[in-house]
């Protein structure tokens, strides 16, 4: 909301202090100003002249030579100053800016430079000038905020501007505009009386509201119209006058200021008022031709599905039964509370005028604004949820204007068709609760002055503050605490630190299993990617999931921002490979990501119960490093989280996305907690990744219940150990896995550890066989180990290696 | 035998004197001092020598010895100095080649600022809650005072899976997921994700962060809201931090306010990243509205407390001076790596 600062003191007149002041304190109660312009910025020096004669140049035919008469402003009085502008007379009256002044502006209305022209003396075309007569563009407005100026020339003043006086202030732009950022809760601040009570209790000055007195003629509005509402439910009040013998005309030059101020481009004194009390006021009207009225009559009611409608704005709307019109006695002549219809518009020719002021369900507006793609002033003000006592204001002021800017007559009262008003609020005062909430000692007395000066009553035998109907928003104590704390000010409210008993501050188990989870990465240098939670339909065949893959079966969003946007994510691989393509398309080399994310598996479909948000621990590199590097960062992992027994790697995992050769599921006490794999060339095409891509996800839950931070000393083994070496060779089917499977079983009690020293595969083992050797370590916590006791356990292993078809060598 | 022994002393100290090498002194040792040495011949011959001249000369051969000792360990000893200073001034290396570091990752800058936040949190006496990204209409507004027609829940703000489930528009939830567990008292924040149908550009995206925080317990002002924030913010942005409260509108909390720090760029004297103002606004909160405490169970009476939640990309922007918030999702490493 903007408005000129001058038109707030119209109702705070005693307000005093500078743009800045103003800025600040209004932002500490609670009325936020975003920003504010002054108008006469770098307007500099520039006075009321009038012409008092006129010459052709001597050497330029569109140049002309002007005489001014300056007053005071200048040495003498007069000034010569040579122009292009084909529009002055001898006799106008223009703004000049002198030597050495300032304008806003160049002549072709185009952007402001920040710090405005200079204007100096000078020849054109050997003639001197000493000045320039200005333009409404030059002085930094426009046409359309001053509708009187030429579409192409120098502005020129009104008869009664007084020669050599202060230009700028004659055009009334020695003001500042104010812009507001209005919280959605106060209604009532969506307009210029609003901001204008706020101002006053910020500043603790008095609060005028305007006299509303209206001069009526001997006719009664009843006999000109008749009001009915039969939607009661959208319309709680609508109020109409009737306004006869009207004369069209400009409005007068302060409301044509005060409207140019608020971005409101003045037209004519009829649609002004309007414009003016919808500002001032805060509540939209409507003026009808009443001549157009068919029996003179008006009926709310809700349109019919698919009724048609030409708004006043030339375009065919189609209706639907939740949006209300505005009918006369045959037909619809406005869509309630957006836009009136084409016709019962208002013409240079219309005699008699009927207002409307209504309260429609600002709901109901704003969906019906919204369905119909036609946000307009006024609908932007229902929405909020208007005052219904407030309608009845705004209707009885903009035809005291009416009356009293000569614009026409009033008749005899307002048809009022009102369902029953909300009771006045009342709430209970208790200053100890208000002190108690807001940690402070204040007295009632400062309390109640307060709410005086905010326009809320106080009964005093009841002990109950009386809430005026524009404050809707205050429903209880902690709303009158606000209040309190608005104008005591929040900044001397005091500062503590909550009392009572004592909390421990922690992190969850699973955040600190993701903590763990994080360094671990980054210790294996990984760097943390974040992606979208949503993302395209199509990753399913980027990914090459099969048509039955249960993860196709996602939650879709009903109103994305676009197909790449329109579901949540039921595996997390997208994200991540499309930060690994985007870093190779770079050019980035050696890169490893892991990321931190939700999947989202629905229980059922379409979504009755929250879906199952699991939380998926991803990784993926190119460059530097293999399956086995990322395996490694697993088996780290593992460790640190204490998943202490060994997991299973199994090659069977199904994963249409990985090397069908280099892909295992993750297995886990019997439990598959995640997958690894080399990246498919296929989905690495799809991704635009042109090199050996590697990834693995682990399904948090599952490793979140498995872990732990328990800890327990074993002692160090004080006995010596012993080691023997398995040398093999066995077929590439054989997995190691199968062999170590086989060292755990039959290893015994005294078995330590094992290690793999050598795998070897070429031309000097036969054909579809490799060589494989271990080195097993033996160890008792009691007593050194006999000959005896590892020749037992390996030869129990070795039998079982044999078992396996494997070739033991010497 | 005398001159013998004087013989071989001599003969000793001008042959250690003469060596060159640590082998060169052994072989002195050995030929001297060995079992088959000349010293220990003489020692052998101590039996030809009249018993009462074997006690002098027994000491004479002793005294021999220990010198001819004294004087292998100290050129050994030299010469082993000289050996490692040698050694030193072989191995130079030129300390300016560059290092072999251990790549280690970098985190998001995101979770930095989120880690902070936490820390200083748990320092605190809060306890770090999650709630659902997908969550129900009664979680995400109703329960937080936001009834159904209001704007806020209109489509172009949230993202609907259908007319029950959304996608959470803030962390508020947790709030009353908090509550409703009826453990009193609670001091809690809540970092996660959240989502609004905002179109992808330098300052939006439609899935961000928030901290959400709350207390709740007999007692709770909205001067303890102050103070808290105050030391959060000193805590966050440093000791000289100033903060200001101004006056604001949530439905869930009354009364509301935006806190302001005092620009950390430069102080408060007026930057780009704070628009000339000197304050930065960094975050929403108040004291919880009473019709939230109601609807989830908590006597508003008995009971008051404070929420405030935080924008995490916010900080992050600001804190680390990104430009562009469509940075955080992109993934570059070069990005990444400057965390």
Redesign the interface.
């Known amino acids: 909301m903007n408005t000129a600062l001058s038109w707030i003191k119209a109702y705070v007149p005693d307000l005093s202090c500078t743009d800045q002041e103003y800025t600040d304190a209004m ?4 009325t ?1 100003v975003e920003t504010f312009e002054r108008l006469d910025k770098n307007l500099e020096k520039i006075y009321v002249g009038q012409i008092l004669s006129i010459e052709k140049h001597p050497d330029a035919d569109k140049l002309i030579v002007c005489q001014l008469d300056m007053g005071n402003a200048v040495e003498g009085g007069r000034l010569q100053i040579v122009t292009g502008a084909p529009n002055v007379k001898v006799g106008d009256k223009v703004p000049v800016v002198i030597d050495g002044g300032k304008v806003a502006g160049g002549h072709d209305g185009g952007p402001l430079p920040e710090n405005g022209i200079k204007i100096k003396s000078g020849k054109l075309r050997g003639i001197e000038s000493f000045g320039m007569m200005c333009s409404i563009e030059e002085l930094g407005s426009s046409k359309d905020m001053y509708p009187d100026a030429p579409e192409n020339g120098i502005y020129i003043l009104p008869e009664s501007a007084e020669v050599g006086a202060d230009a700028v202030e004659a055009l009334g732009l020695h003001d500042t505009v104010f812009e507001y950022e209005i ?4 209604v009532d601040c969506y307009s210029v009386l609003g901001i204008a009570r706020e101002a006053a209790v910020t500043f603790d000055q008095p609060f005028y509201a305007p006299e509303v007195v209206v001069k009526e003629n001997e006719q009664k509005t009843a006999d000109f119209i008749s009001v009915e509402v039969e939607d009661q439910d959208l319309c709680t009040r609508y109020c109409a006058r009737i306004c006869t013998n009207i004369k069209i005309a400009p409005s007068p030059e302060w409301m044509q200021r005060r409207l140019a101020a608020s971005g409101i481009r003045p037209i004519n004194n009829l649609v002004d008022i309007t414009n003016y009390v919808m500002e001032e006021y805060g509540q939209p009207m409507h003026a009808y031709d009443l001549d157009t009225i068919a029996g003179h009559k008006i009926v709310v009611k809700r349109a019919k599905d698919g009724d048609t409608f030409l708004t006043l704005d030339g375009q065919e709307r189609t209706l639907d039964h939740d949006m209300l019109m505005i009918n006369d006695a045959e037909k619809a002549i406005g869509i309630a509370g957006i836009m009136g219809g084409e016709n019962s518009k208002i013409t240079d020719d219309v005699k008699t005028v009927l207002f409307e002021a209504a309260c429609f369900n ?2 109901n507006i ?1 969906k019906s604004a ?1 369905r119909l793609g036609l946000r307009t002033e006024a609908s932007g003000k229902f ?1 909020k949820g208007l005052d219904a006592k407030n309608a009845l204001d705004a209707i009885n002021r903009a035809c005291q204007l009416i009356q009293e800017l000569g614009c026409g007559e009033v008749t005899q009262g307002v048809v009022d068709v009102c369902c029953e008003l909300q009771p006045e609020r009342e709430i209970e005062f208790r200053p100890v609760r208000i002190n ?5 000692d204040l007295s009632a007395e400062l309390m109640l002055s307060i709410f005086e000066k905010l326009g809320l009553g106080y009964k005093k035998e009841e002990n109950m503050v009386v809430i005026p109907s524009f404050r809707q928003d205050l429903e ?4 009158l ?2 209040e309190v ?2 104008f005591y000010g ?2 001397k ?16 188990f ?2 600190r299993i993701e903590q763990k989870a ?1 360094e671990i ?14 993302e395209s339909p199509k990753v399913f065949d980027k990914l090459l999931l099969s048509q039955e893959d249960p993860a196709r079966n996602a ?7 676009g197909e790449d ?1 329109s579901i ?1 994510r039921t595996v997390s691989l997208n994200g991540m490979l499309t ?1 690994l393509a ?2 190779y398309n ?1 050019r ?1 080399k ?5 990321e931190f ?2 999947i ?1 598996l629905a229980k059922s479909l ?2 009755t119960e ?2 199952d ?1 699991r939380m998926q621990f991803t990784l993926g590199f190119y460059g530097d490093g293999d399956f086995f590097t990322m395996k490694g960062v697993i088996e780290e992992f593992f460790d640190v989280i204490g998943l202490k027994k060994k997991a299973v790697y199994d090659p069977k995992s199904g994963k249409n996305f990985l090397h069908p050769g280099r892909q295992a599921n993750v297995i886990y006490d019997g439990v598959t907690v995640g997958f690894l794999g080399e990246v498919h060339p296929d989905v690495c095409d799809h991704y635009g990744i042109g090199t050996k891509a590697y990834v693995a996800v682990l399904d948090m839950p599952e490793i979140v219940a498995r872990a732990s931070f328990d800890r327990k000393y074993a002692g160090v083994a004080k006995f010596p150990s012993v080691s023997r070496d398995i040398s093999m060779v066995m077929p590439k089917s054989i997995l190691v896995g199968q062999i170590e499977e086989i060292i755990e079983q039959r290893g015994g009690k005294n078995l330590e550890s094992y290690s793999l020293f050598d795998i070897y595969e070429g031309s000097q083992i036969k054909e579809g066989h490799k060589s494989v050797a271990y080195t097993v370590v033996f160890r008792n916590k009691e007593r050194t180990l006999e000959e005896a006791d590892i020749n037992a356990a390996m030869k129990k292993i070795l039998n079982g290696l044999e078992g396996l078809g494997i070739e033991l060598r010497s | 035998m005398k001159d013998r022994l004087q013989q071989i002393r001599e003969d000793a100290l001008r042959q250690i004197g003469s060596s060159a090498s640590l082998e060169k002194l052994n072989e002195v040792r050995v030929s001297v001092l060995g079992k088959k040495g000349e010293l220990t011949a003489v020692l052998k011959s101590m039996k030809d020598i009249a018993a009462e001249e074997r006690p002098k000369f027994g000491q004479m051969v002793n005294d021999a010895r220990a010198e001819i000792e004294h004087a292998l360990e100290e050129a050994k000893a030299k010469m082993e100095r000289r050996i490692r200073a040698e050694q030193m001034k072989a191995e130079v290396i030129d300390v300016t080649l560059p290092a072999r570091r251990n790549k280690v990752g970098h985190r998001h800058p995101n979770t930095i600022a989120m880690e902070e936040v936490e820390n200083i949190f748990i320092g605190m006496g809060y306890e770090v809650v999650e709630g659902p990204e997908i969550e129900t209409d009664y979680y995400n507004f109703e329960a937080l005072n936001i009834p159904a027609d209001h704007p806020a829940k209109d489509e172009q703000d949230t993202f609907y899976i259908n007319g029950d489930f959304l996608l959470r528009t803030q962390t508020s939830g947790t709030q009353v997921h908090e509550m409703e567990r009826g453990k009193l008292p609670i001091r809690m924040i809540a970092p996660g994700r959240v989502f609004r149908s905002d179109e992808v550009d330098a300052t939006h995206s439609p899935s961000f962060h928030q901290i959400e925080g709350l207390v709740i317990d007999k007692h709770i002002t909205f001067a303890d809201l102050k103070g808290t924030l105050a030391e959060f913010a000193k805590e966050l942005f440093g000791e000289d931090t100033k903060v200001k409260f101004r006056p604001h509108h949530f439905n869930f909390t009354e009364p509301s306010a935006e806190m302001d720090v005092s620009c950390f760029k430069c102080g408060g004297k007026g930057c780009r990243f704070c628009k000339g103002t000197g304050w930065i606004e960094i975050l929403g909160c108040g004291l919880v509205h009473p019709n939230v405490l109601k609807m989830s169970g908590i006597d508003p009476e008995a009971y008051s407390g404070f929420a405030f939640g935080i924008g995490l990309e916010r900080i992050a922007l600001l804190k680390y001076e990104i430009d562009d918030m469509r940075l955080l999702y992109e993934n570059d490493i070069r990005f990444l790596r400057q965390f």
Do not use: H, W
């Open positions: 932002t500490l109660t609670g936020k919280t959605s809760n106060r600002g709901a704003r919204k929405e108690e909430l807001l940690g402070t209880g104590i902690a709303d605490a606000e704390a608005r929040y900044d409210i005091p500062s503590t630190l909550p009392s009572g008993e004592a909390t421990t501050g922690k992190l969850s699973k955040l994080r990465a980054e210790f294996c240098g990984f760097s943390q990617a974040m992606s979208y939670s949503f939650i879709v969003i009903s109103n994305p921002l946007f949540m930060s985007t870093n770079r980035n050696d890169v490893r990501l892991y994310g939700n989202y379409p979504l929250l879906p948000e």
